[in-house]
C-alpha cells in the first residue's frame, strides 16, 4: 500500500461508533481516527441509523 491507501479497520469503526453515540461532530471524529470528512460520513451511511460498527464492516 502506498501512503494514503489505508483502510478503515474493525477497531476505527469501534471508535467511530462510539463517538458517534457520545454525540461527536464528524470533525472530531475524523481527528481522532485519521480519515478525511468525506470518508466518515460514507462510513456512517454505511453503518445505518443510528450507526453500528458490526453493521459496517459486515457491508463490506
Known sequence: MKKGDKRITYADRQKI?????TGAKVTDIT?????????????L??????YR???????L
Not at 481527528?31 to 462510513?43: D, M, Q
Not at 460498527?53 to 457491508?59: F, N
Open 17 to 21: 461508533e462510539a463517538m458517534e453515540r
Open 31 to 43: 481527528k481522532a481516527v485519521g480519515f478525511h470528512r468525506a470518508t466518515i460520513y460514507n462510513e
Open 45 to 50: 451511511k454505511r453503518g445505518g441509523t443510528p
Open 53 to 59: 460498527a458490526e453493521v459496517a464492516q459486515r457491508s
